[in-house]
């Protein structure tokens, strides 16, 4: 099964920007239908953008217009740059594969906070 690793988290203030990035362990990330997932203790786990393996985008409402995820295939790499964060952005952010039921295997994640 697939491995990923999470990193470019930290404490950014309201407006601010920030790039999460994704490094995938294995070979054949190309093809998977990858997403950023997010999750606040006490709530679950939420899909926020999700990516196909060509590059078709979509994502959470509550993100739209603010964030943009992108891949390289060739570095099999996963990205999200988060533009204009809100407070309500604060969150542990995954990657992981998307498909009919939520992913079993996780990452340690990376912490995004935001906070004046």
């Known amino acids: 099964q697939e491995e990923f690793v999470e990193s470019g988290g930290g404490l950014v203030q309201p407006g601010e920007s920030l790039r999460l990035s994704c490094a995938a362990a294995?070979?054949?990330?190309?093809?998977?239908?990858m997403g950023w997932y997010r999750q606040v203790p006490g709530k679950e786990r939420e899909l926020v953008a999700r990516?196909?393996?060509?590059?078709?985008?979509d994502y959470a409402e509550s993100v739209k217009g603010r964030f943009t995820i992108s891949r390289d295939n060739a570095k099999s790499m996963l990205y999200l740059q988060m533009n204009n964060v809100r407070s309500e952005d604060t969150a542990v952010y995954y990657c992981?594969?998307?498909?009919?039921?939520?992913?079993?295997?996780w990452g340690q994640g990376t912490q995004v906070t935001v906070s004046s």
């Open positions: 992981n594969e998307v498909g009919l039921n939520m992913p079993s295997n």
């Open positions: 294995g070979s054949m990330f190309w093809m998977y239908y």
């Open positions: 990516i196909t393996s060509d590059g078709a985008e």
